[in-house]
């Protein structure tokens, strides 16, 4: 880096030390507006969740051994199980079964299926709604119907619920991430501002800026009459 580009750098640093309580004053103010919207105006978002724990029917409470085999051909069938849980017939059916008035498309767009992991015999069903009553209602119908649903397609599967909708949580609006979102934009936009008016702005303010600016000497500078003591209305 050259000496014109640090010297450049570092008028640009001075004219945002300047305005430094206008940053300030603009990222509060975005902040609030973040918060504003998410605590006022953005519609909440909550999740609840029910598992399955299926299984290819040789693993169950009566078992008196269980082999490494069963389990892993059990977990073969995992993925199966959730592709299964994510055809339209079952959402057919949740909506008749809940009578919440909501369509074949938007219980399918509300639910998420899917495997806990690639080594155990668990499928997560969530549901996210604005309503938390309706979510746990509509997942433990989904909960309720799912076993009968698997078992007429594929007779050798056992699946049973072993964790019912009981509670949920707020997962939109991100309240945090929005405010500090908020200030960020806020002040990045008031800093892009100042740093593009500076770089904007040929004006040369006095002998000290101009040397900085051009390797030039100096020869001379006429005075400021009007700001000299003793000299208002002299030529």
Request: charged share 20%; with cysteine.
């Amino acid at each position: 880096m050259n000496q014109t580009s640090e010297l450049m750098l570092s008028e640009l640093f001075r004219e945002i030390l300047k305005k430094l309580w206008l940053v300030i004053i603009v990222g509060v103010l975005s902040a609030a507006i973040g918060f504003s919207y998410c605590s006022f105006f953005a519609t909440p978002g909550y999740e609840t969740t029910i598992s399955l724990f299926v299984n290819n029917g040789s693993v169950s409470e009566d078992t008196d051994k269980l082999t490494s085999a069963d389990v892993y051909s059990s977990i073969s069938i995992v993925e199966t199980c959730v592709q299964l849980l994510q055809e339209p017939a079952i959402y057919d059916v949740v909506a008749s079964d809940t009578k919440l008035g909501y369509t074949r498309k938007q219980l399918m767009n509300m639910i998420r299926v899917t495997s806990r992991s690639n080594e155990v015999l668990i499928i997560d069903v969530s549901v996210t709604l604005s309503n938390a009553d309706e979510a746990m209602q509509i997942a433990n119908s989904f909960g309720s119907l799912a076993p009968d649903y698997l078992k007429y397609i594929m007779p050798q599967i056992d699946s049973k619920v072993i964790r019912h909708a009981d509670e949920y949580r707020q997962v939109s609006p991100r309240t945090k991430m929005i405010t500090a979102f908020s200030m960020l934009l806020g002040v990045v936009f008031v800093v892009s501002i100042i740093v593009l008016r500076a770089m904007f702005n040929r004006t040369i303010k006095g002998e000290e800026n101009f040397t900085q600016r051009y390797d030039i000497p100096v020869l001379g500078c006429v005075p400021d009459f009007h700001n000299t003591k003793g000299a208002k209305g002299r030529l």
